[in-house]
């Protein structure tokens, strides 16, 4: 049905910039929400940053002003643009899209996650 994959996370330095990016596959009529969550270890996983097929955005309180989620529809695609980062961001971090598509209705996708670690 409907794949998502992301690519970009890695290790860096606090203070420093890594950009998330999740490409989706398959059948796709439209998309409803795409967005990022993370998880640390020993902790729930917590949503960072969503966005509408309206391109309106909501942001975690702790990554407002240094987090920017985007969506390029046309291309299937969406990023998490992070800087500034804390050791407090340290996560596994995942893209998740709610989609509408012809053979399924509405339904939620996860990609595999990826590992962003700060260090102090």
């Known amino acids: 049905q409907v794949q998502l994959v992301e690519s970009g996370g890695g290790l860096v330095q606090a203070g420093g910039s890594l950009r998330l990016s999740c490409a989706a596959s398959?059948?796709?009529?439209?998309?409803?929400?795409m967005a990022w969550y993370r998880q640390a270890p020993g902790k729930p996983r917590e949503l960072v940053a969503s966005?509408?097929?309206?391109?309106?955005?909501d942001y975690l309180d702790s990554v407002k002003g240094r987090f920017t989620i985007s969506a390029d529809t046309d291309k299937n695609t969406f990023a998490l643009q992070m800087n500034s980062l804390e050791p407090e961001d340290t996560a596994v971090y995942y893209c998740?899209?709610?989609?509408?598509?012809?053979?399924?209705?509405?339904?939620?996708?996860w990609g595999q996650g990826t590992q962003v670690t700060v260090s102090s």
């Open positions: 998740q899209a709610n989609i509408y598509g012809f053979h399924y209705g509405t339904r939620d996708f």
């Open positions: 398959g059948n796709i009529y439209m998309f409803n929400i």
């Open positions: 966005i509408t097929g309206g391109r309106g955005t």
